[in-house]
């Protein structure tokens, strides 16, 4: 099952979303992907990962243009600040989903509560995808 995360920046929610639906299932291919890709994936979110023993540190941020010409069965969209547009996907996709999270890169302070920040997200963003997945994912996987 191949499956796209998008977002803005394709620096922090979704490669925290690509990183924890490609733990729970090896068969699955999971992707991500930005309209503006920043230059690397936030520090924070590496930390953040790492503390579930899920390792980001190797993602890059890409461009959404390096997907269109794929097929999907999910495509995933996590962006939700009302100051920021969701990406479209004009690619081939079978099922579109939009979880939406905070930005936590937009979080400011001092580093204890931008990584506190950085938690929440991603324990929001595991408990969704957590369940998309033994909801959703899994039942289509089975023989």
């Known amino acids: 099952m191949?499956?796209?995360i998008l977002c803005t920046g394709n620096s922090c929610r979704s490669q925290m979303a690509q990183g924890?639906?490609?733990s729970l299932d090896s068969r699955l291919e999971v992707f991500s992907a930005g309209t503006s890709p920043g230059q690397e994936v936030h520090p924070f979110a590496i930390r953040a990962m790492n503390e579930l023993?899920?390792?980001i540190s190797m993602y890059r941020p890409k461009a959404v243009g390096l997907f269109l010409d794929k097929a999907f069965d999910y495509l995933i969209t996590v962006c939700d600040d009302a100051k920021e547009n969701c990406p479209v996907f004009s690619g081939r996709v079978s099922h579109r989903l939009h979880l939406g999270f905070d930005d936590p890169a937009a979080v400011t302070g001092s580093p204890a509560f931008i990584l506190a920040e950085f938690r929440r997200v991603r324990d929001e963003i595991k408990n969704q995808l957590d369940s998309f997945y033994?909801?959703?994912i899994r039942k289509g996987l089975q023989p």
Do not use: E, V
């Open 2 to 4: 191949r499956i796209l």
């Open 134 to 136: 033994l909801q959703t």
């Open 20 to 22: 924890i639906l490609s």
């Open 53 to 55: 023993g899920i390792d």
